[in-house]
Nanobody, 121 residues
């Protein structure tokens, strides 16, 4: 069984920064694409960012220029650096191990437990 463990969420003021981490129990080197999703209460879960095993990345329009996804294969870890945070970024953030087909990220069956990000003054 693959386990994804997330950390780094918390309370931050608008304009602040957080870095989320997702560590896998298996090697992520040349095996899978990884993604970060988020879900606010009463809203649909959305893909925020995704990264391939050759470091290509994609972002939802609302976070472009503010968020950066990266991976450290030696540590089996994927990060989401979040800068210039806004109240609308408030959500539970989930790590996902998926795949990348024909230029699109496809979610897989392995999810992190979720980490809460709250942006408020």
């Amino acid at each position: 069984q693959v386990q994804l463990v997330e950390s780094g969420g918390g309370l931050v003021q608008p304009g602040g920064s957080l870095r989320l981490s997702c560590t896998a129990s298996v090697s992520i080197f040349s095996i899978s694409a990884m993604g970060w999703y988020r879900q606010a209460p009463g809203k649909e879960r959305e893909l925020v960012a995704a990264i391939t095993n050759d470091d290509r990345s994609k972002y939802v329009d609302s976070v472009k220029g503010r968020f950066t996804i990266s991976r450290d294969n030696a540590k089996n870890t994927v990060y989401l650096q979040m800068n210039s945070l806004k109240p609308e970024d408030t959500a539970v953030y989930y790590c996902n191990m998926g795949r990348y087909d024909s230029g699109s990220y496809r979610s897989g069956g392995y999810w992190g437990q979720g980490t809460q990000v709250t942006v408020s003054s």
